[in-house]
């Protein structure tokens, strides 16, 4: 009973746990509901100058709802296309998930550009009605190739702003810890080859003389305690191979195959 306890107590001790945590970060998210054209261009020019401006986000990283992408999700809400109150700012941010809102304007006149962008926020119990970010850019006798560049240097000077007011993302929780090995099985049957040698040992040290028909008995005697310990033999080293493979996150199938070729 000392050899079994002894094997058992071994076993239990080699048992171990690791763990590991990844990292990554988050995009903003802006919506917007306003770009408004002044001067009467053509329609095609103020779809270059949009493009121009929703590229320059996206490209730095940004993930943007374009007027007609914010206008389809805003159906049923038309009060909140042009407003810029606090609670209207509040009810964007939840419909659309973003956490910021700009509106555009650029007056055209002949080959003359001048744009302005408003950046806000809607995040807070009460977001402030007022821009917390202002940029513009003017291009005076310039291509459509020159205006929508500076459409896109506007979106640059934009994000920034967006950069440094967007809070750092929070780490994602950790993984689950794997589950322990599972060491009950291979300890019990370590155990019972322990027993099984203590057993077989009992037996051998039960022996008589050697007298008679006492010599047959003492043959037989032999033979059993021989498998006894044989069998306790093979089992304890199994059970404490597979413990032990177990433990160090091995896989236990593998380790049942070696440990049975043992």
């Known amino acids: ?16 746990v690791a763990s590991a945590a990844p990292a990554a970060p988050a995009r903003a ?6 770009f408004q054209i002044d001067g009467g261009p053509p329609p095609a020019l103020g779809i270059q100058l949009q493009d121009g401006f929703v590229l320059g986000l996206v490209r730095a990283g940004v993930q943007v709802l374009d007027p007609i992408d914010t206008a ?13 109150a606090s609670p209207c700012l509040k009810a964007i941010g939840q419909l ?7 509106r555009a304007k650029v007056e055209v006149a002949g080959n003359s550009y001048k744009s302005v962008v408003r950046l806000f926020s809607t995040e807070g ?14 291009c005076d006798v310039c291509t459509v190739a020159e205006a929508r560049a500076t459409m896109l240097r506007l979106a640059d000077a934009l ?10 993302a929070a780490p994602p929780p950790p993984p689950a810890p794997p589950p322990p090995p599972r060491l009950v099985g291979p300890i019990l049957l370590a155990m019972a080859g322990a ?24 043959r037989t005697r032999n033979v059993a305690g ?26 236990p199938v593998t380790g049942m195959a070696v440990g049975w070729r043992w």
């Open 195 to 218: 027993l099984s040698i203590a057993t077989g040992a009992a037996v051998l040290a039960s022996e008589g003389g050697c007298t008679g028909t006492g010599c047959s008995e003492n």
């Open 226 to 251: 021989g498998l006894l310990i044989g069998a306790g033999a093979a089992l304890t080293l199994t059970g404490a191979y597979i413990t032990i493979v177990r433990s160090r996150g091995g896989d």
């Open 72 to 84: 389809r999700r805003l159906d049923g809400h038309p009060e909140l296309q042009r407003c810029d």
């Open 96 to 102: 659309l998930d973003v956490g910021y809102v700009v």
């Open 1 to 16: 009973m000392r050899l079994v306890a002894a094997v058992a107590l071994g076993l239990i001790a080699t048992a171990g």
């Open 159 to 168: 994000r920034a702003h967006i950069d440094e007011l967007t809070p750092p």
């Open 125 to 138: 119990a009460a977001p402030a009605a007022l821009p917390i970010a202002t940029e513009s850019k003017s």
């Open 29 to 34: 998210r802006v919506a917007i509901p306003d």
